[in-house]
């Protein structure tokens, strides 16, 4: 039967509707959620995905756009699961958190349902949320000395949580069993299973109004449309080959840099990224699974290119190698809980390559590090608790601007917690939290600073825990910009402050009652000549404190005193 015909306004009706329904359940979920990382800082996403293939149909707006390609993968896992079962039913609802299937980190509880129209499956609606804690050596699962997975938390593969309508409860009595957040864990789960809810209800809705063919014919043609965007962008490019390396401090058991390596080869409507190079598989939980480093490609081309729809067809025209036996292909059960500062120098070596080539459309490399820090212990009460946040810091600068000052990593659109928000919820104080001087790259236009916290316990006594990059390799400029200044840690003890011995990882961290912890936060790389810039852009800064006047002298020369800030 041939696909109904549709005409472009009506197909940008449909886009915007299907946006909609993802974007809602973002909401659903961010409202409803217990842990702050998804309540605050929107570490989760939704989407719709194709039903035979798993595709990347829609995604939210709100959601992370590093969970585009992975929860495809995510989504294919439930496809295969479902036809070697054989036993698929509406209502029923997949959970599962195996990242070496479904990409990013174990973390990540990823719910999958079909969805049924007059008794055929039509679509998946999938949810991916970043829980709190699921077990594992280490409160808040980041741990940077993990061997293999079941050092970072429980591995759940995909299993039906709910079975044509009726919840398993003794899946979740499984799951509650291995977390030390178990409210948190129900609050979470619950969320993500109401967002699931409205998810069928509004495409119930919408098929209701436009049939099931023409909606189908939509998912079809969005595709198309994506792919034809790609190729037009790609078109337009010199052709060539670019280059770049970058390197990660170390796997937090060996301290030896990693090299990731990249070449971009641009051959009409089509490129090909290269990752040989790239240092092999390692002990430690740097590594991450080949699904996530599709997706992490997708988010790099998506900055280079922001008109590109989070579409799979995007993807057709872009061909990934990736050599065996590298940790960008790690296999069960390398650790990959450190997933995020992987790809953030996958996005970073991206960038400089592609700077080469068009460095009008790159910012220089962002601050590159999550530093998820982990603070745990117990209350007076016995109540078990656990902050885990992520920290931001500087964006690169561009051809236009000046970069951000203290934005959230580019993997994602997620906001950082406040610290109101940090306070009240578990027994800290932030005796700092403030930009950093001298943290951004000097450059025609500067990248954005990093920020200096500072943050005291208050209870008697907990461990903290540091997982983070840019501790011995600073974010890059581009086009004639300079480097950001790096990571720094430190934590207060009985004989005064101390530093890792791995630059920008550690576990078991001992904190009194008073004691500190310090995290100085890269800036961003900077754009084009120091010698370009102008001399009021350098007085303002120094008015401003963002630059000392001898680190202003030391990189522009004397010639911005006198201007007019």
Not at 413 to 428: G, K, N, Q, S
Not at 484 to 502: D, R, V
Request: hydrophobic share 40%.
């Amino acid at each position: 039967m041939a696909e109904p015909d549709i005409d472009p306004i009506t197909l940008a009706v449909l886009a915007g509707r299907m946006e909609q329904i993802a974007d809602e359940m973002d909401a659903t979920l961010f409202r409803s959620a217990f842990n702050p990382i998804i309540a605050e800082a929107h570490d989760a996403s939704h989407g719709l995905y194709d039903a035979r293939t798993g595709d990347t149909l829609i995604q939210g707006k709100s959601g992370l756009p590093i969970f585009v390609g992975v929860m495809a993968f995510a989504v294919k896992a439930v496809i295969e699961k479902a036809a070697r079962d054989g036993d698929l039913a509406d209502g029923d609802v997949y959970i599962f958190n195996d990242a070496h299937i479904g990409g990013t980190h174990l973390s990540d509880m990823r719910l999958v349902r079909p969805y049924f129209r007059d008794g055929e499956l039509f679509c998946y609606l999938a949810s991916v949320g970043h829980w709190h804690d699921l077990g594992g050596a280490v409160p808040g699962n980041y741990n940077p000395s993990a061997r293999e997975v079941f050092q970072e938390a429980v591995v759940l593969p995909p299993v039906k949580l709910v079975r044509a309508g009726e919840v398993q409860i003794d899946i979740i009595d499984i799951i509650l069993r291995n977390t030390r957040l178990p409210q948190s864990a129900r609050g979470d789960l619950n969320g993500q299973l109401s967002a699931l809810d409205l998810g069928v209800k509004r495409l119930d809705a919408l098929l209701d109004s436009y049939g099931a063919d023409t909606v189908g014919a939509a998912f079809s043609k969005l595709g198309d449309r994506a792919e034809a965007l790609m190729r037009t962008e790609l078109a337009d490019l010199p052709d060539g080959r670019w280059e770049a390396t970058d390197y990660l401090d170390n796997d937090g058991i060996t301290d030896t840099a990693l090299p990731i390596k990249v070449t971009l080869e641009v051959r009409g409507d089509q490129l090909t990224i290269d990752f040989k190079g790239t240092a092999p598989v390692t002990a430690g939980p740097v590594n991450i699974a080949l699904p996530t480093t599709i997706a992490c490609c997708y988010v790099a081309i998506k900055h280079i290119f922001p008109a590109l729809p989070a579409n799979a067809g995007v993807m057709r025209p872009i061909t990934i190698n990736v050599p065996e036996g590298s940790l960008l292909s790690a296999e069960f059960p390398a650790p990959t809980g450190g997933y995020t500062e992987t790809i953030l120098r996958m996005i970073d070596v991206i960038f400089s390559a592609a700077a080469k080539a068009v460095p009008e459309r790159i910012v220089a490399n962002a601050y590159g590090t999550i530093n998820a820090l982990s603070i745990a212990g117990q209350k007076a009460n016995g109540q078990r608790w656990v902050m885990f946040s992520f920290y931001g810091g500087g964006h690169g600068g561009s051809i236009e601007n000046d970069g951000l000052n203290h934005g959230n990593a580019p993997i994602s659109t997620a906001t950082i917690p406040p610290a109101e928000i940090l306070e009240a919820a578990y027994p800290v104080m932030f005796r700092q939290w403030a930009l950093r001087p001298d943290s951004a790259g000097h450059g025609t236009h500067r990248g954005g600073l990093g920020a200096v916290y500072e943050i005291e316990l208050l209870e008697e006594e907990a461990e903290a825990f540091l997982f983070g990059e840019r501790g011995r390799f600073a974010p890059q400029g581009v086009a004639g910009g300079q480097e950001a200044a790096k990571n720094e840690f430190a934590y207060e003890t009985e004989k005064g402050w101390a530093e890792p011995a791995l630059a920008s990882k550690m576990v078991g961290i001992p904190l009194k009652r008073g004691q500190r912890v310090r995290l100085e936060t890269p800036g961003g790389g900077g754009y084009g000549p120091p010698e370009a810039r102008e001399p009021s852009a350098i007085a303002r800064d120094v008015a401003l404190g963002f630059l000392t006047e001898t680190s202003a002298d030391k990189a522009y020369g004397t010639a911005w005193r006198g201007a007019e800030s």
